[in-house]
Each structure stands twice: as structure tokens, then as C-alpha cells.
């Protein structure tokens, strides 16, 4: 994976994990229901502001849900050792190395195109192609964050910027929250969790329901 990472600039070919052969007939079956050209989802993705998409999400879900933060933020839980690792190569559960894994190997310009290539998205609560193009576009700039694997239902990324204080990673965690709210309210249960488990972490997870 590394060796295909520093290549990369090279080749002209994004290496990211994929899993087993089930989460590579998911990711399969899914890119089926989206026809939209990868380049018009890039290119609608560059006129996304995703903070705006963010906010608009949020908006949302007050007026017609009366979401109030105060039931999710949480408090502060202190520092968090175990940040977690990139995870697509290992079973779930057992954390044992799967026997077989695939590597997909994308001709994109950049990371974040990754999704729009894939026309990954779209289904449940899973944001479609050019929201997860925008917001990695911005967390990339922000913080060096780097898809390193897609699979049916899960996202991973390396990052090389990560906030180092609370406030920063509150702001982000809010962020990641309404990309993906999953990893709260089926993972680690508030917000404050979340934005522990960013501070200082080389490493974000996203799952979808």
C-alpha cells in the first residue's frame, strides 16, 4: 500500500484498500446506481462550499427533527489512547488479517476524486458523490487528510495535519457529524467522544447504516 501511495505522484494511479471479495461486490453493486459522469461530479463538487452543505444539514435536521446539540455534544472525556488504525484489511470483530484483500488502483488527479470515480454514495444517509468530493476536498486542505480505503459502507483516511487542540477538534468532530452521523449516534455515542478520538489521530473512520 505505501509502495503504491509513493508511486503515486508517478503513476498517475491512487491506491486505496477495498476489503475482501464481499465488500468489493458491495462497492460494485453500489457505483451501479449512480450513472452520473465522474468528471460532472467532480466538477459540481468544485462548486460546492461544504461548509454550507454542513450548515444546511444542520438547519435541517432543527426544523424538521428538533435536533438540539445539547443532547449529543456530550462533555469532555479526556484524552483517548487508542485512536484507531486503518481497518478494511481485518475482520471486524476478531481483528485477524483477512486472507485476501483487494487494492484498487484509481487513475485520478486527485484523492478526493476518489468517490466521484467510484459513484460512491447516494443511498440511506449516505451523502451522494460530490458531497463526499467537496468535504474531502476541504478536510485534505485542512488537514492532509488522505481516502486510503472504500468499501460498501465504510471510508478510511490517513491524515497528516490533525488538530491538536480541543476547540479545533470539537469544530471538526461537528463537521464529521453531520457527513456522517452514524459514527456518533451507532459509534462513539457524543460529540465530545468523537472530537477526543481526533485529537492528534493520523487516522479517520466513516461508516454507514
Known amino acids: 500500500?505505501?509502495?503504491?501511495?509513493?508511486?503515486?505522484?508517478?503513476?498517475g494511479r491512487y491506491p486505496f484498500l477495498i476489503g475482501d471479495a464481499e465488500d468489493l461486490a458491495r462497492i460494485e453493486e453500489a457505483a451501479r446506481f449512480y450513472d452520473q459522469d465522474p468528471a460532472e461530479t467532480i466538477r459540481i463538487s468544485l462548486g460546492l462550499n461544504p461548509l454550507e452543505w454542513i450548515a444546511g444539514e444542520r438547519k435541517f435536521a432543527e426544523e424538521d427533527y428538533g435536533f438540539s446539540p445539547d443532547k449529543i455534544v456530550g462533555d469532555w472525556p479526556g484524552e483517548i489512547a487508542e485512536k484507531g488504525s486503518i481497518?478494511?484489511?481485518?475482520?471486524?470483530?476478531?481483528?485477524?488479517?483477512?486472507?485476501?484483500?483487494?487494492?484498487?488502483?484509481?487513475?485520478?488527479?486527485?484523492?478526493?476524486?476518489?468517490?466521484?470515480?467510484?459513484?460512491?454514495?447516494?443511498?440511506?444517509?449516505?451523502?451522494?458523490?460530490?458531497?463526499?468530493?467537496?468535504?474531502?476536498r476541504e478536510w485534505q486542505q485542512r488537514y492532509g487528510a488522505e481516502i486510503t480505503g472504500m468499501s460498501g459502507d465504510i471510508v478510511e483516511c490517513a491524515v497528516t495535519k490533525p488538530p491538536t487542540d480541543r476547540n479545533a477538534a470539537t469544530i471538526l468532530a461537528w463537521e464529521q457529524y453531520w457527513y456522517c452521523v452514524d459514527i456518533v449516534e451507532q459509534g462513539c455515542e457524543t460529540v465530545s467522544n468523537l472530537a477526543a478520538k481526533l485529537l492528534n489521530s493520523l487516522y479517520w473512520y466513516f461508516w454507514w447504516d
Not at 485476501?100 to 444517509?125: M, Q, S, T
Open 1 to 11: 500500500m505505501n509502495e503504491h501511495r509513493s508511486r503515486y505522484p508517478a503513476s
Open 87 to 136: 481497518g478494511l484489511h481485518k475482520e471486524v470483530l476478531s481483528g485477524k488479517i483477512k486472507p485476501e484483500v483487494y487494492l484498487g488502483l484509481a487513475k485520478i488527479e486527485k484523492p478526493w476524486h476518489l468517490p466521484a470515480i467510484l459513484r460512491y454514495g447516494g443511498w440511506n444517509e449516505c451523502p451522494g458523490p460530490e458531497v463526499h468530493c467537496a468535504l474531502h
